[in-house]
């Protein structure tokens, strides 16, 4: 049997990477393809929990009039949308999941329930978090780095679409960006990196929380980050 390196992971998708090429909504075909190697962690015995974004449908800071509270509420259940799109794919291939949210919502999901939660882990479900915190003013990078203090999981896994780990500068804009293989969450803060916002990444600094910045656009990144191949940028304390 494959040996993976983590037991219990928190793996951070963006709204963006489920929505492949049109940058907006739901592609299908991409989900089906992320839930594919989910699967393959699950199968291998790797409890995997999921924060989804919703940054494909809203996002709370884009707005320009709207108050902000409300703008939140409006990206928050964004998210709620895409952690049922991810369920209902997952379980067409047969895995066993459960939706928990930070706002209750008690006919589509579970009320998030840190024990709860955990249980199911224990039994093999694959759990998805959504409503990111619950609480406006944050992202749900910082909800996936909470996530990852409450139920104690050993990596915090970050998805990214479009880049494949942490550089210099922005690599679109500048070919001679320089890729770190390893990085510090002090430098990360220090040198204004654009890994995370400042809020998840001292929560995930404060609480000894290992992330890894990758790839989702190349095929079974997430089953080799797991099994602990090198790929992307590994932050530590
Ligand atoms: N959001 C929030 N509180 C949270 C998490 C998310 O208010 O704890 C709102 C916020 O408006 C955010 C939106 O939900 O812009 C979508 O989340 P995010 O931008 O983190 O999604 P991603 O960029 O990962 O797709």
Not at 29 to 51: C, H, P
Not at 62 to 67: A, E, H, L, P, Q
């Amino acid at each position: 049997m494959t040996k993976a390196k983590y037991k219990r992971i928190v793996l951070k998708l963006s709204g963006e990477a489920l929505s492949g090429e049109k940058g907006f909504g739901i592609d299908e075909n991409t989900i089906t393809r992320i839930s594919n190697e989910i699967k393959k962690l699950n199968d291998i015995g790797v409890e995997v929990a999921i924060v989804v974004g919703g940054g494909n449908f809203w996002r709370g800071r884009s707005s320009k009039g709207m108050d902000r509270t409300t703008s939140d509420y409006m990206g928050m259940l964004g998210t709620v949308i895409n952690a049922l799109a991810l369920q209902d794919a997952l379980e067409e291939i047969g895995v066993i999941t459960r939706v928990q949210t930070a706002i209750e919502m008690r006919q589509i999901a579970e009320p998030y329930i840190r024990r709860r939660a955990i249980r199911h882990l224990e039994k093999g479900r694959v759990v998805i978090f959504a409503a990111g915190s619950g609480n406006p003013y944050f992202t749900t990078d910082t909800a996936a780095a909470l996530r990852a203090a409450e139920i104690e999981a050993n990596v915090m896994l970050l998805a990214k679409k479009g880049v494949d780990g942490v550089y210099d500068s922005d690599p679109k804009l500048n070919i001679s960006a320089k890729k770190f293989d390893n990085l510090k969450y002090i430098d990360v803060l220090n040198l204004g990196l654009g890994v995370m916002d400042s809020t998840a990444t001292s929560l995930c600094m404060d609480n000894k929380i290992p992330l890894i910045v990758f790839g989702i656009d190349s095929p079974d990144n997430i089953i080799d980050v797991v099994l602990g191949k090198k790929i992307g940028t590994v932050i530590k304390e």
